[in-house]
C-alpha cells in the first residue's frame, strides 16, 4: 500500500452521529454508533456510508467499541477462510496481539482447541482468554506437536518471520493456512494471504458475543488524538497486548 503524505490513518471508531444524509433511515443525529472507515479514523469527524455503521449497545464501553472493528473483523474473516469449526486444532501465531486475541476467542467460541504462540509473560493471559500457551522461536514445531499428538487442523500467521514456514510444516492441508502480514510468503508457499472483509452483519456478530461476553476486548494502553505518533511507537515495540487506543479529547 502506498501512502501519500500527509495521510490520516485509522480503519476503526466509535462515536455519536452528527449529521445524517437524506436517504438515510437507520440512524439518526445522536445515535452512538461503531464502524469503519479505512484511513480515515484518526478525527473528530468522520464521512461514511451507513452500510459501515452499527448501533452501539448501551452497555458497550466507548473504548471497547472503538476497538473492536479492524482487528475483530480480521479474525473472524481469517478463520471462516480457513474453515476453523468445532473439533479443529487450530495454531494461532501471535495470539496475545490485537488480532490475535480475537482470534483466540472466536476459534474457542466456535468448538475449537487453541495453541497460540506468545512470549512467556503473555502466556497466563493467553491462559485467560482460553488458549494453550507456547513460546515462540526456536523449535516451536516440536513445542507444538507435544501440545498436540493428534495433529494441527489450522493455522493462522499474525507474527510474520518463521511462522508460515512452522505452519506449513505441522498443516496437513495448505488451504488451512493463512497469513494477515506476508503475502509475498503466502505465494511462495501456496497458502492463503487473507485480507479482511468488513461488513455490518459481520460486526454486529462481534458485537454480539461480546455482549454475550463471549469476546473480551483487552485494552492495553489509551492516548490521546494528540499522542497517536506515541501510540505507534507503543505498537511498533511488539509487545503489545490486545489493542491500543486513541481518545478524542
Partial sequence: MTIQLPQILGNEFAG???QVGNDVSDFSVGSEVLGWALMASYAEYVVVSPEQLIHKPHDMPWKEAGAITASGQTAHTALRELGVSQG?????HAAAGGVGTFAVQ???????TVIGTASER??????????????YGDALAERVRALAPNGVDAALDAAGGDALRVS?????????????????????LGVRA???????????????LYMQRK????????????????????VESGHVRGKVVLLMD
Avoid at 479443529?88 to 494461532?92: E, N, S
Avoid at 472466536?106 to 475449537?112: P, T, V
Fill in 16 to 18: 455519536v452521529v452528527d
Fill in 88 to 92: 479443529d486444532t487450530v495454531l494461532i
Fill in 106 to 112: 472466536l476459534a474457542k467460541a466456535w468448538g475449537a
Fill in 122 to 135: 503473555n502466556h497466563d493471559y493467553l491462559r485467560s482468554i482460553g488458549a494453550i500457551p507456547v513460546t
Fill in 168 to 188: 506449513v510444516d505441522l498443516v496437513a492441508r495448505k488451504e488451512r493456512i493463512g497469513t494477515i502480514v506476508d503475502f509475498e510468503l503466502a505465494a511462495q
Fill in 194 to 208: 487473507i485480507r479482511s472483509q468488513r461488513s455490518a452483519h459481520r460486526l454486529a456478530e462481534l458485537v454480539d
Fill in 215 to 234: 469476546l473480551h476486548i483487552h485494552i492495553s494502553r489509551s492516548f490521546s488524538l494528540q499522542q497517536a505518533a506515541d501510540a505507534h511507537r507503543e
